[in-house]
């Protein structure tokens, strides 16, 4: 599969429930102080060659491709709003898991 947007993208991890919070603090980011001021990549202390590296993952791990051309989208994406829409998904599957739903 060719991942061409950032929906697509967040779905995919959405699919994997905590994913990306490993993947995240893998790379050293504090994931509980990540704040609505962080709005790029490198606000959170990743630098050029660690977002290369999780795309890389990414696709290792979902066996798909994202196109050299779109992962500059992906680093010039909002931050904080990225992985709030990750993160909102992932607390509401939480608590449907919880619920039995």
Known sequence: MIINS?????DLLISRPG??????S??????????????T???????DLDCVEMIMNFEKDFDIQIPDAFMNV???T?????YKAVSIAKIRQ????????
């Open 19 to 24: 994913y990306f919070d490993t993947m995240l």
């Open 74 to 76: 992906i680093e010039n």
């Open 41 to 47: 990549w490198h606000s959170v202390g990743m630098d």
């Open 6 to 10: 950032v929906k697509q993208l967040q």
């Open 78 to 82: 909002n931050f904080y709003e990225f």
């Open 94 to 101: 939480d608590k449907l898991n919880q619920l039995g739903i």
């Open 26 to 39: 893998n790379f050293g980011v504090k994931l509980d102080e990540i704040t609505a001021n962080d709005t």
